[in-house]
């Protein structure tokens, strides 16, 4: 290393002194000082150094009664080498998690952000459950404090794995900690299923709840993660309320997150309304319009609605810095609570021996009168000498040998104890104390099950309003380009080859995000994508741009063009589900004289006809003919193709507009994530063509069809979820609460796109039934009347009532009062079977050896380029 020097020249006689040592050494002690008593925990008791002096101090303050938490700031300094300011805050911290500390007056909110009040207007006392798991002074080991002048707990005896429980965080020089918070009751219960020897697995709890990813939680050890997102609910179609907040947010950073997101375009809203009291409320309210399901996966995509936090498990053990996931701070904190418990139980035993043997002495003194003799003695030696000598019949009796200071308590026992001694009460006093020691060493024969009681014990005391907060959930991953606001609009300059959001007097393409890709294809052959810009050049003779969309398997591009070699013209079929940004891709042969000669996009693969007329030249005999994309397998974009004609095109003109090739898309539902997907998670809803839609009704009596798009979000209140046959009559019974009738009804939906309620809309009115069967069952439980049961009724729908509209009353089904109602077997009922659409071909064909073109009408199919 460079040795450092003064900066200033030295005069004449000066010394140049080095200090290249100093620093050398400084520095490291006081990386290792911040390391090991500031900034990270011990895996002993969990506690960092300022946090164990705290509680020391609150106990030796204790006297059932709340402190000012500036006296339990300034009892702490007699232990702490720093400032009020940090012990201030630690308490704060602390009694912040309601676990150790009774708190009184303004400790400040986590929901929201705001500070406590100042240490001289807040008090603190230890909770019960503190004094039962922390302290145990006759089993702690002690130190000197920082000057000497007080003695303190190296570590305190903690009997439960509290670093879990509350979690902690803190930075040191060149290491960090973050253990996050776990819930309380399954701590216990993960403790004593490996006292018992049973796999356990640990999660975090936050107490600000929301919702959490787990999947790569790794155990909570260096590398893994959690994705917390809040809790957000649909009030109605125009307002979202967040009830819940991720951890280590407040409501306020979260209101002003938000509204930051809307200012930038991520997100569309009027305004954001934060009426958090108690619990978290933070309206969102939104403009006509607007989906509340887009709304509400924007908020996860643009805003601290989704949080990922990633844990470090870090820890001081034997002076060192320890990385270890949280199931082995558990193990070792529950190893260490049954150390804790062991001499626990062996100071009792020794404790209560000692009172044995005190108290046979005793009894053998007195009943021996071994007091009268003392007049005879003049001096303690002798007088000692002659109780050895008249102990000595009884040594075998006793636990352990007599000393002097045995000897000195007999001879201190006041004459009125004497006098009064009661033979029957000493021995039922020994005998109690030989229960209790045999008690205690039943104990420690049985430490593991002691151990268990002793958590049992725990969690039937204070479990009690300490359920899990943070609801365990597996999250899809939301595409930001799926769910942000579109608010710019996408312009092209076809000629010159420009496209961007600020080519205003240019043609219009359509709407796009700052975080949109656009895609472009020329008559070149020539494929870009590349990231939105105000005004970016492509190249001259732009034939097709719009915004790109990631794997996206149903936009299908038709392509005839010319092979500018041989000057023979094919056709293909194909997508482009992912590229590499600001590239040029090469869909048909690289030479001067190719281009393309139709092309379109085709956003739900349709195959169009198309009539080519080729030009006169020499003896063709065929010079117009029709050709169908459909008869096209869709295959990569480097592919060939199939020969069109060897001679060259004049023009091609569209005949007719095609339907999709593609087969309809299998979408189930995933009940975990409350998502559709294509994955084969969950329950399968059925093939969707372009067009169909997806029938929901909720418990509420709401009614509606939808399209089915991945990107929805749903709520726990669907009854029925699945595709919608229009032409399929819905049956239900309902409660009207206006007339206070069951009744019956059926109908089928007449308006696809209007959410309709299907039931009275009394607010006592309340769904019963849904059958979505074509010949639906169902019976009918009555409710008791005077203690006498009524046989069920067994109701077949179709035949009970016609199919009406969708606003009708219905017809009566009974008078009686209605318990439940349940669904039976529904009557047999042949369904129309659908037509199979052709299969798709989705992926890039494998490169083939180019070949000569054979003939117009064969499949040959030809590659070039590179992919």
């Known amino acids: ?29 006081y990386a290792s000082y911040v390391i090991l008593e500031r900034a990270v925990p011990a895996i002993e008791d969990g506690f960092k150094p300022v946090q164990r002096r705290i509680m020391h101090a609150l106990k030796e303050l204790d006297d059932g009664r709340y402190n000012k938490v500036a006296n339990v700031v300034g009892h702490t300094m007699q232990y702490h080498p720093h400032g009020d300011a940090s012990i201030g805050d ?65 570590h305190l005896p903690v009997k439960f794995p509290l670093l879990l429980a509350q979690g902690t965080e803190g930075i040191a020089v060149g290491l960090s900690t973050k253990i996050l918070p776990h819930n309380f009751v399954e701590l216990i219960d993960a403790s004593i299923a490996y006292l018992k020897g049973k796999p356990f697995e640990l999660y975090p709890d936050f107490p600000t709840g929301g919702i959490m990813d787990v999947s790569a939680y790794n155990d909570g050890a260096r590398g893994g993660r959690v994705r917390v997102r809040a809790k957000i609910t649909q009030v109605d179609k125009a307002t979202l309320c967040i009830t819940e907040i991720p951890f280590s947010t407040t409501t306020d950073k979260l209101q002003e997150n938000i509204v930051k997101a809307s200012e930038k375009g991520k997100i569309k ?48 053990e034997d002076n060192k810095p320890h990385f270890l996931g949280v199931s082995e701070m558990l193990r070792r904190s529950t ?60 040594k075998k009796d006793l636990l352990r040998a007599i000393v002097d200071d045995d000897l000195q308590r007999l001879t201190q026992i006041p004459m009125i104890r004497i006098t009064r001694f009661d033979s029957f009460k000493a021995d039922e006093n020994i005998a109690k104390i030989e229960a209790d020691i045999e008690e205690v060493k039943n104990h420690l024969a049985h430490l593991v099950d002691y151990a268990i009681a002793h958590f049992e014990r725990l969690k039937k005391t204070y479990a009690k309003g300490k359920e899990r907060r943070t609801e365990i959930r597996t999250f899809d991953t939301i595409e930001a380009t799926k769910v942000v606001v579109r608010n710019m609009k996408l312009y092209v300059n076809r000629e010159e080859g420009f496209v961007g959001t600020g080519l205003k007097k240019d043609e219009y393409i359509g709407d796009c995000s700052d975080i949109d890709d656009v895609i472009v294809f020329t008559e070149s052959g020539a494929m870009y994508v590349a990231k939105v810009s105000e005004k970016q050049y492509f190249e001259k003779g732009i034939i097709h741009a719009a915004v790109f969309k990631r794997d996206d398997k149903r936009t299908i591009y038709n392509m005839i063009y010319k092979d500018g070699t041989t000057g023979f013209s094919y056709i293909k079929r194909f997508n482009v589900t992912g ?34 007329n080729l030009r006169q030249a020499g003896s063709i005999r065929k010079l117009k003919w029709d050709i169908d994309f459909a008869d096209t397998l869709i295959k990569g974009r480097a592919v060939k193709g199939n020969l069109v004609s060897k001679f060259a095109i004049k023009r091609i003109e569209l005949k007719e507009k095609g339907v999709s090739t593609l087969k309809p898309r299998k979408i189930w539902f995933d009940d975990i994530v409350k998502r559709l997907n294509t994955d084969e998670r969950g329950r399968l809803l059925g093939a ?100 006498k049961d009524k046989e069920p009724l067994t109701v077949n729908l179709e035949e009970f009532i016609a199919v009406k509209g969708i606003k009708a009353l219905g017809n009566q089904l009974t008078t009686d009062k209605v318990k439940e109602v349940k669904h039976l077997e529904p009557l ?40």
């Open 269 to 316: 809203i009027k305004k954001v309304e934060d009426n958090t009291a108690k619990d978290v409320a933070i309206m969102v309210h939104l403009p006509n319009g607007i989906s509340p399901d887009k709304t509400i996966d924007a908020l996860y995509a643009f805003t601290d609605c989704e949080i990922s936090i990633s844990p470090i498990g870090c820890v001081i």
């Open 90 to 154: 630690a308490i704060v911290q602390l009694g912040q998690k309601e676990l150790l500390i009774d708190t009184q007056g303004n400790w400040g909110n986590i929901l929201t952000g705001d500070d406590a009040a100042a240490p001289r207007y807040i008090e603190a006392r230890l909770s019960k459950f503190a004094l039962d798991v922390v302290y145990s002074p006759k089993v702690t080991e002690w130190q000197a404090s920082y000057d000497g002048r007080k003695k303190e707990p190296i």
């Open 688 to 787: 969707f063509k372009g067009d169909d839609r997806m029938l929901l009704i909720t418990k509420e009596g709401q009614l509606k069809t939808i399209i089915p798009e991945l990107s929805l979000h749903f709520e726990n209140n669907i009854l029925v979820m699945e595709k919608w046959v229009p032409e399929k009559p819905i049956s239900v019974i309902y409660y009207d609460g206006e007339k206070e009738r069951v009744f019956v009804k059926r109908f089928v939906v007449e308006n696809e796109n209007r959410e309709e309620t299907i039931i009275s809309e009394h607010p006592k009115s309340q769904l019963l039934f849904v059958s979505t069967e074509w010949r639906p069952m169902a019976q009918v439980v009555f409710t008791k009347e005077k203690g």
């Open 828 to 867: 047999p009922y042949e369904e129309p079977v659908e037509e199979e659409l052709p299969v798709e071909a989705f992926g890039d064909e494998e490169m083939t050896t180019p070949e000569e073109p054979t003939t117009d009408g064969t499949q040959t199919e030809l590659t070039f380029g590179e992919e």
């Open 1 to 29: 290393m460079e040795e450092n020097t003064t900066q200033e020249a030295p005069s004449q006689g000066d010394k140049i002194i080095k200090v290249t040592g100093m620093y050398q050494d400084w520095f490291l002690d």
């Open 579 to 612: 590229i590499t940004r600001d590239k040029q891709y090469s869909l048909i042969p690289a030479h001067k004289d190719s281009r393309v000669l139709y092309f379109t996009a085709n956003p739900n693969g349709e195959a169009e006809v198309v009539t080519v």
């Open 335 to 394: 190893d260490s609570t049954v150390e804790i418990l062991k001499e626990e139980l062996e100071v009792a035993l020794k404790e209560l021996e000692t009172q044995w043997h005190l108290a046979s002495l005793e009894k053998i003194f007195i009943r021996e009168e071994m007091y009268i003799d003392f007049k005879n003695y003049s001096d303690r030696e002798s007088l000692y000498q002659y109780l050895y000598k008249r102990f000595e019949p009884f």
